[in-house]
DNA sequence: GGCATATTCAAGAAATTTCTCGAATACGGC
DNA sequence: GCCGTATTCGAGAAATTTCTTGAATATGCC
């Protein structure tokens, strides 16, 4: 390949272009705040002051953040009145957050760790959909939404039933004995599963937490349902 | 969910820790150059200097950027006497990174400008590993890889016959008229199958390209295959 | 219109990242 | 042992990112 400089030039200049605009993404991503941001607007469309809260940010601070992921595409925001509710864009940002984990899990040990003295040890369940799908195959199991219900209306897996795992403890759900049941909640950082598979079975019931949620779901290419 | 302070407390520096960790990944990807050596050495195992040449870096900034990389487990260095060689980690990396180019190019269509400038009007081929499984499973098909042959020798796909770009333009490499052929190179943003169609068509030979490489092959759960 | 609220903007200080340059280290060949 | 080379290290300047603060904008409600 003879290559003259011109030529060499060009690429260069292609080079360059390119690998800066596709590095704004991972940019956007480099941030531990715009991370939890990030998981935190996949549960549901948020608001700014709510975002905030949560991830323990000022508001001007939040809302910077937020546009840092806006203009990357990872987030959209739709305007209702003085409020802007941030939502998460799609299947393509679930997956690369996947990945994500994937691979900062895989190169970092104390992750896993932290993970492990939080949630102390648990019960991984069922972890892939394949397995799940095999589960349910089964006569008489139903598979169960512990997420909050606000965050079931926005999105839950096909054929899912919204139990909260608040409405659970107070014990506003009746569940039939006579079922089996898989639970799952955002994912595998989340424990609201876990703690509705315990409460299931100490009232009798057969319950298997599914370790996935919504977001994985999508990443592998599902369909979320919308509403109940 | 009556959420103690202290349990807030320990659930905050719990998502500090975690997010902190996660974000160290982007963190590295998130530059220019460092995606660039990324690329580069997912082609074949490659020196310091001969990575700073091919990147237009100075060898002690090559040097920083790649040990920024194997921070992160995204590239591994193996050393040989006085020399490093830098190689990418694995399937997961790979991943990644398609989906990081995915994301990035559904977000930014100069990105997509760009290459269709540089590159300027070329036929996609096949795109898909299904379609080209297809196209192989026809008789008289073989799989060509246009890429130099060290690389060839790296990793290659299975199956896959060695036929340089260099080597078809000098005349080196015969080829069966009867055969069909369906060649590839590094992936989509390499122009070697492209010529190398081209150059067999021009010889009244039955070429398609096929726009995928062995990282993308990879990414998919593929193995490739090393040596000849 | 006037006021309360949600969000964004703008500027500056502090922290982090990046690049350069010269030196240090380490290995192989003589 | 000495020299040449490949790589890494370290310090400092320059650029970028991050966070805070206070103000500006915009919307809904009275």
């Given at each position: 390949m003879p290559e003259t400089p011109a030529k060499s030039r060009r690429k260069r200049r292609f080079k360059d272009a390119v690998y800066s605009a596709v590095a704004r993404v991972p940019g956007a991503l480099a941030n531990r705040h715009r991370l939890e941001l990030l998981d935190l607007v996949s549960q549901r469309p948020r608001t700014v002051q709510d975002l905030a809260a949560e991830a323990g940010l000022t508001v001007a601070n939040a809302s910077q953040h937020l546009q840092v992921l806006s203009r990357c595409g990872l987030v959209t925001v739709e305007r209702r009145g003085t409020f802007a509710h941030y939502r998460a864009t799609g299947s393509a940002v679930y997956r690369l957050l996947v990945e994500l984990r994937a691979v900062a899990e895989a190169v970092d040990a104390s992750i896993a760790d932290a993970e492990k003295s939080y949630f102390g040890p648990r019960d991984p369940g069922i972890v892939t959909f394949a397995a799940a799908r095999e589960a349910l195959a089964a006569e008489r199991t139903a598979l169960l939404d512990a997420r909050p219900h606000e965050e079931y209306e926005a999105a839950h897996l096909p054929g899912a039933f919204s139990a909260p795992l608040e409405a659970l403890r107070a014990g506003k759900i009746a569940l039939p004995r006579s079922k089996h049941y898989v639970v799952y909640c955002r994912?595998?950082?989340?424990v609201f599963a876990d703690e509705a598979v315990v409460l299931l079975r100490e009232q009798g019931l057969h319950a298997t937490r599914l370790a996935l949620g919504p977001a994985e779901w999508v990443a592998a290419g599902g369909e979320v349902e919308l509403v109940s």
């Open positions: 994912g595998p950082y989340c």
